[in-house]
């Protein structure tokens, strides 16, 4: 069965460094999300992108934040000058029409020390 | 403000037993619903899905949608241990230019065999 998969499954990072988080949608998939989870909270909408662009974005999602498919497979999310409070699970998800049932990717646990 | 409530539980019951798992959302107009499990550091996996008023079944799940009430809910007959889960559920909701799913805190359930 396709699957959407995430590259790190876990990053550890310093206060104040950038990570990009990499995910693999399925690939007939045109709608493609970011939605994080804190630890014992709920899944939270980050943002949404088709046809190489962002389509919507919440308010969690601000200039810190900034997503890109660079090459026809891959979808990533750089997160700049990381906070503590970004420690989460970030999850990738895609669907194939909008809305749509999303698949998600296992996730990457993100923790800032 | 765009809200999609749960209760959190936890719900436990019997093996064999019925679950019954409810969620409300805010937005009239919200067209697509979703149930998804998610185990304990996992990623949500897609259960369900209704668009129309009226219950769908799909083996021991039943998912029953009334847009009038703005209520959404799930059953579960034969209930397993292995239904030990945070069941979440999925509203779309619509943004200023396109909409979102938004998720429910979640449902803890646990079976007890």
């Known amino acids: 069965e396709p699957e959407v998969t995430q590259t790190p499954s876990h990053q550890v990072t310093q206060m104040g460094q950038e990570v990009i988080l990499r995910c693999v949608p399925i690939?007939?998939?045109?709608?493609f999300y970011w939605y994080r989870q804190i630890l014992g909270q709920k899944v939270e909408f980050l943002v949404s992108?088709?046809?190489?662009?962002?389509?919507?974005k919440s308010e969690i999602f601000d200039d810190q934040f900034s997503v890109e498919r660079p090459d026809g497979s891959n979808f990533t999310l750089k997160i700049r000058s990381t906070k503590l409070e970004d420690s989460a699970m970030y999850f990738c998800?895609?669907?194939?029409?909008?809305?749509?049932?999303?698949?998600f990717g296992s996730g990457t646990r993100l923790t800032v020390v | 403000q765009k809200e999609v409530e749960q209760n959190s539980g936890p719900l436990s019951v019997p093996e064999g037993a019925i679950a019954s798992l409810n969620c409300t959302y805010s937005?009239?107009?919200?067209?697509?619903f979703f149930w998804y499990r998610q185990y304990s550091g996992k990623s949500p996996e897609l259960i369900m899905s209704?668009?129309?008023?009226g219950d769908k079944e799909d083996g021991r799940f039943t998912a029953q949608l009334n847009k009038a009430s703005q209520y959404v809910s799930l059953l579960i007959r034969d209930s397993q241990p292995s239904d030990s889960a945070t069941y979440l559920c999925?509203?779309?909701?619509?943004?200023?230019?396109?909409?979102?799913?938004?998720f429910g805190t979640g449902t803890s359930l646990t079976v007890i065999p």
């Open positions: 998800a895609s669907s194939e029409v909008n809305p749509g049932p999303y698949t």
């Open positions: 209704i668009y129309s008023n």
């Open positions: 937005d009239r107009v919200s067209q697509s």
């Open positions: 992108f088709y046809n190489n662009e962002i389509s919507e």
């Open positions: 999925a509203v779309n909701m619509y943004l200023n230019t396109g909409n979102q799913f938004y």
């Open positions: 690939s007939n998939h045109l709608y």
